[in-house]
């Protein structure tokens, strides 16, 4: 019984060992640069239109305030590469095609009909304002939701650390866009 029950510490307290990370995390306030991997899906319901659905792979890294993201099928085959600075947006489609305009957001209005917040969302994934931002916090001082311009981002965390990563969001906007993330892994910016 004994051995039982010493078996059943010695189990619990490796399983807590294995869960906490071997570095601690950078606040997210002083995070500038960064580079996530994960999955996407994206859902348009639109009066009088058919609803679009669409997801995949995406690898996105953010540095210097410009952005390079990756989109890629569920089975990894490439799709799109948007490639984002303060001068110039440029989106690569697989079939060759290269589109350009000096706002990012346009550019992906023009490309999928939809004004997405592409300018705002390197802030957006780490809880923070892009403009004028209502952020509500949870028990832990995250982002929990953030509204803003018509946009509502929701928050979910993988643990209970105070300066943890989203592991999840999902952005709305007027029941027309629902863009579902899944972050699978943060990376320091390469």
């Given at each position: 019984m004994k051995s039982r029950f010493a078996l059943l510490i010695a189990a619990v307290v490796m399983a807590a060992c294995t869960s906490l990370p071997t570095t601690p995390l950078p606040h997210r306030d002083s995070i500038r640069d960064f580079a996530l991997e994960?999955?996407?899906?994206?859902?348009?319901?639109?009066?009088?239109?058919?609803?679009?659905?669409?997801?995949?792979?995406?690898?996105?890294s953010h540095q210097n305030d410009n952005n390079r993201v990756?989109?890629?099928?569920?089975?990894?085959?490439?799709?799109?590469?948007?490639?984002?600075?303060?001068?110039?947006?440029?989106?690569?489609?697989?079939?060759?095609k290269t589109l350009e305009?000096?706002?990012?957001?346009?550019?992906?209005?023009?490309?999928?009909?939809?004004?997405?917040?592409?300018?705002?969302?390197?802030?957006?994934?780490?809880?923070?304002s892009g403009g004028t931002a209502r952020i509500e916090a949870d028990a832990f001082g995250r982002p929990l939701r953030l509204t803003e311009d018509g946009w509502q981002v929701d928050y979910s965390f993988e643990d209970d650390a105070p300066n943890a990563l989203p592991s999840r969001l999902v952005l709305t906007r007027d029941g027309e866009i629902e863009l579902r993330l899944r972050i699978e892994e943060w990376k320091d910016a390469p």
């Open positions: 994960g999955r996407f899906a994206l859902r348009v319901t639109l009066p009088g239109q058919a609803i679009q659905n669409s997801g995949g792979r995406l690898s996105w990756l989109l890629a099928s569920p089975l990894g085959y490439g799709l799109a590469e948007i490639e984002t600075t303060a001068a110039i947006s440029r989106l690569r489609t697989a079939d060759g305009s000096t706002d990012p957001d346009a550019l992906i209005e023009e490309v999928t009909g939809q004004r997405l917040p592409v300018r705002r969302m390197p802030a957006w994934l780490l809880g923070r």
